[in-house]
Protein backbone atom coordinates (compact mmCIF):
# COMPACT_ATOMS: atom_id res chain seq x y z
CA UNK A 1 0.00 0.00 0.00
CA UNK A 2 2.80 2.42 0.98
CA UNK A 3 4.49 1.60 -2.30
CA UNK A 4 1.35 2.52 -4.55
CA UNK A 5 1.14 6.11 -2.58
CA UNK A 6 5.00 7.20 -3.00
CA UNK A 7 4.34 8.76 -6.20
CA UNK A 8 1.21 10.51 -5.28
CA UNK A 9 4.00 11.53 -1.96
CA UNK A 10 6.44 12.56 -3.47
CA UNK A 11 4.19 14.88 -5.75
CA UNK A 12 2.86 16.34 -2.19
CA UNK A 13 5.84 17.10 -1.14
CA UNK A 14 7.03 18.89 -4.34
CA UNK A 15 3.51 20.95 -4.18
CA UNK A 16 4.34 22.10 -0.54
CA UNK A 17 7.62 23.15 -1.35
CA UNK A 18 6.72 25.19 -4.22
CA UNK A 19 3.85 26.27 -1.76
CA UNK A 20 6.23 27.36 0.49
CA UNK A 21 8.59 29.22 -1.30
CA UNK A 22 5.29 31.40 -2.45
CA UNK A 23 4.62 32.40 1.13
CA UNK A 24 7.78 33.46 1.32
CA UNK A 25 7.63 35.45 -1.06
CA UNK A 26 6.49 38.83 -0.76
CA UNK A 27 6.92 39.28 3.05
CA UNK A 28 9.57 41.44 3.08
CA UNK A 29 11.76 39.09 5.04
CA UNK A 30 15.02 40.29 4.90
CA UNK A 31 17.19 37.60 6.51
CA UNK A 32 18.14 35.87 3.25
CA UNK A 33 21.75 35.43 2.48
CA UNK A 34 22.56 34.28 -0.75
CA UNK A 35 21.21 30.92 -2.64
CA UNK A 36 23.34 28.81 -4.17
CA UNK A 37 27.23 27.05 -2.66
CA UNK A 38 30.72 28.68 -2.81
CA UNK A 39 31.96 31.47 -1.79
CA UNK A 40 29.94 34.95 -0.94
CA UNK A 41 32.12 37.56 -0.66
CA UNK A 42 29.38 39.65 0.51
CA UNK A 43 28.27 41.45 3.50
CA UNK A 44 24.40 41.98 4.68
CA UNK A 45 24.08 44.99 6.99
CA UNK A 46 21.19 44.84 9.78
CA UNK A 47 18.55 46.47 7.06
CA UNK A 48 19.14 43.42 4.62
CA UNK A 49 20.63 44.95 2.13
CA UNK A 50 24.15 42.73 1.13
CA UNK A 51 26.65 44.62 -0.92
CA UNK A 52 29.82 42.94 -2.56
CA UNK A 53 33.34 45.02 -3.30
CA UNK A 54 34.35 46.62 -6.00
CA UNK A 55 37.14 44.03 -6.95
CA UNK A 56 34.62 40.98 -5.79
CA UNK A 57 31.64 41.25 -8.16
CA UNK A 58 30.25 39.26 -10.74
CA UNK A 59 28.39 39.43 -13.71
CA UNK A 60 24.65 37.73 -13.76
CA UNK A 61 23.57 35.56 -16.26
CA UNK A 62 22.29 36.66 -19.12
CA UNK A 63 18.90 38.70 -18.57
CA UNK A 64 16.93 38.97 -21.30
CA UNK A 65 13.68 39.19 -23.06
CA UNK A 66 10.06 40.87 -23.49
CA UNK A 67 8.79 43.88 -21.42
CA UNK A 68 5.61 44.28 -20.84
CA UNK A 69 5.33 46.42 -23.57
CA UNK A 70 6.05 43.80 -25.65
CA UNK A 71 9.42 45.04 -27.07
CA UNK A 72 13.14 42.93 -26.56
CA UNK A 73 15.75 44.41 -23.64
CA UNK A 74 18.75 42.81 -22.65
CA UNK A 75 20.45 43.92 -19.35
CA UNK A 76 24.01 43.35 -20.84
CA UNK A 77 23.42 46.77 -23.54
CA UNK A 78 22.73 48.97 -20.39
CA UNK A 79 26.50 48.40 -19.02
CA UNK A 80 28.27 51.69 -18.60
CA UNK A 81 25.35 52.43 -16.58
CA UNK A 82 24.32 51.70 -12.68
CA UNK A 83 21.66 49.36 -13.04
CA UNK A 84 18.48 48.81 -10.64
CA UNK A 85 16.48 45.94 -11.14
CA UNK A 86 13.36 45.91 -8.99
CA UNK A 87 11.23 42.01 -8.75
CA UNK A 88 8.02 42.90 -8.40
CA UNK A 89 4.29 41.64 -8.70
CA UNK A 90 1.31 43.65 -9.20
CA UNK A 91 -0.64 41.41 -6.49
CA UNK A 92 2.20 41.96 -3.94
CA UNK A 93 1.61 44.74 -0.90
CA UNK A 94 4.95 45.38 -0.48
CA UNK A 95 5.73 46.15 -4.10
CA UNK A 96 2.78 48.26 -4.20
CA UNK A 97 4.56 50.33 -0.29
CA UNK A 98 7.75 51.10 -2.64
CA UNK A 99 6.45 51.55 -5.95
CA UNK A 100 5.93 55.17 -5.11
CA UNK A 101 9.48 55.64 -3.86
CA UNK A 102 11.26 53.57 -7.15
CA UNK A 103 9.31 55.80 -9.97
CA UNK A 104 10.65 58.67 -7.56
CA UNK A 105 14.26 58.07 -7.27
CA UNK A 106 14.39 56.51 -11.40
CA UNK A 107 13.30 60.23 -12.05
CA UNK A 108 16.00 61.75 -10.08
CA UNK A 109 19.10 59.65 -10.99
CA UNK A 110 18.07 59.01 -14.56
CA UNK A 111 20.82 61.94 -15.49
CA UNK A 112 23.18 60.65 -13.30
CA UNK A 113 23.77 57.42 -15.59
CA UNK A 114 21.34 55.03 -13.55
CA UNK A 115 18.83 52.43 -15.28
CA UNK A 116 16.13 51.40 -13.46
CA UNK A 117 14.43 47.94 -14.86
CA UNK A 118 11.72 45.83 -13.55
CA UNK A 119 11.19 42.40 -13.70
CA UNK A 120 7.63 41.64 -13.27
CA UNK A 121 7.02 37.84 -12.27
CA UNK A 122 3.71 36.19 -11.32
CA UNK A 123 1.21 38.31 -13.01
CA UNK A 124 -0.19 35.61 -15.74
CA UNK A 125 -1.89 38.27 -17.40
CA UNK A 126 0.20 41.63 -18.37
CA UNK A 127 -3.31 43.72 -17.72
CA UNK A 128 -2.94 43.91 -13.79
CA UNK A 129 0.99 45.10 -14.73
CA UNK A 130 0.20 47.30 -17.11
CA UNK A 131 -1.78 48.77 -14.85
CA UNK A 132 0.28 48.60 -11.44
CA UNK A 133 2.95 50.57 -14.05
CA UNK A 134 0.30 53.32 -14.57
CA UNK A 135 -1.14 53.89 -10.98
CA UNK A 136 2.54 54.71 -10.13
CA UNK A 137 4.16 56.25 -12.62
CA UNK A 138 6.25 53.58 -13.55
CA UNK A 139 7.79 54.76 -16.70
CA UNK A 140 10.86 52.76 -17.28
CA UNK A 141 10.09 49.14 -18.65
CA UNK A 142 9.66 45.54 -17.00
CA UNK A 143 10.97 42.10 -17.99
CA UNK A 144 7.59 40.26 -18.41
CA UNK A 145 9.32 37.04 -15.86
CA UNK A 146 5.52 35.18 -15.55
CA UNK A 147 6.70 31.88 -14.05
CA UNK A 148 10.28 33.14 -12.74
CA UNK A 149 12.58 31.81 -15.36
CA UNK A 150 14.93 34.90 -15.26
CA UNK A 151 14.66 34.88 -11.41
CA UNK A 152 15.72 31.32 -11.11
CA UNK A 153 18.30 31.75 -14.43
CA UNK A 154 19.86 34.53 -14.32
CA UNK A 155 22.11 34.74 -11.48
CA UNK A 156 25.29 32.76 -10.95
CA UNK A 157 25.49 30.03 -8.11
CA UNK A 158 26.65 31.89 -4.37
CA UNK A 159 25.83 35.35 -5.94
CA UNK A 160 23.74 37.68 -4.54
CA UNK A 161 20.52 36.59 -6.18
CA UNK A 162 16.38 37.23 -5.50
CA UNK A 163 14.75 35.27 -3.13
CA UNK A 164 12.09 37.02 -2.50
CA UNK A 165 9.25 39.62 -3.63
CA UNK A 166 9.84 42.59 -4.17
CA UNK A 167 14.03 41.90 -3.95
CA UNK A 168 16.26 44.53 -5.38
CA UNK A 169 19.49 44.26 -7.30
CA UNK A 170 22.07 46.77 -8.50
CA UNK A 171 24.21 46.37 -10.96
CA UNK A 172 27.55 48.74 -11.32
CA UNK A 173 28.78 49.97 -14.40
CA UNK A 174 30.90 47.09 -15.55
CA UNK A 175 27.52 45.54 -15.33
CA UNK A 176 28.55 43.46 -12.12
CA UNK A 177 26.32 42.41 -9.22
CA UNK A 178 26.99 45.00 -6.67
CA UNK A 179 24.08 45.25 -4.04
CA UNK A 180 20.95 43.35 -3.53
CA UNK A 181 17.99 44.19 -1.07
CA UNK A 182 15.35 41.59 -0.15
CA UNK A 183 13.17 43.45 1.76
CA UNK A 184 10.46 46.86 0.38
CA UNK A 185 12.59 50.04 -0.01
CA UNK A 186 11.53 53.47 0.32
CA UNK A 187 14.06 56.73 -1.34
CA UNK A 188 16.63 57.12 1.33
CA UNK A 189 17.28 53.25 1.43
CA UNK A 190 17.56 53.45 -2.29
CA UNK A 191 19.79 56.57 -2.56
CA UNK A 192 21.87 54.61 -0.23
CA UNK A 193 22.59 51.57 -2.61
CA UNK A 194 22.40 53.99 -5.60
CA UNK A 195 24.68 56.82 -4.26
CA UNK A 196 27.77 54.87 -4.12
CA UNK A 197 27.62 53.16 -7.09
CA UNK A 198 27.19 56.46 -9.06
CA UNK A 199 30.33 57.92 -7.18
CA UNK A 200 32.41 54.80 -8.50
CA UNK A 201 35.25 55.47 -10.48
Known amino acids: MSLGRAPHAAVLTAVVAV ?95 VEFVGINTRDHNKSPALAFEKDYSITYPSLYD ?23 IVLDREGKIAARSLKALDDKELHEIIDPLIAEK
Open 19 to 113: GALTLSACSGDSNGKSGGGGNTNFVTNTGGISTVAKGERTAPNELSGETLEGKQLDIADLKGKVVVMNVWGSWCPPCRAEAPYFSKVSNETKDKG
Open 146 to 168: PVGKLIVNGFPRGSLNPQAIPST
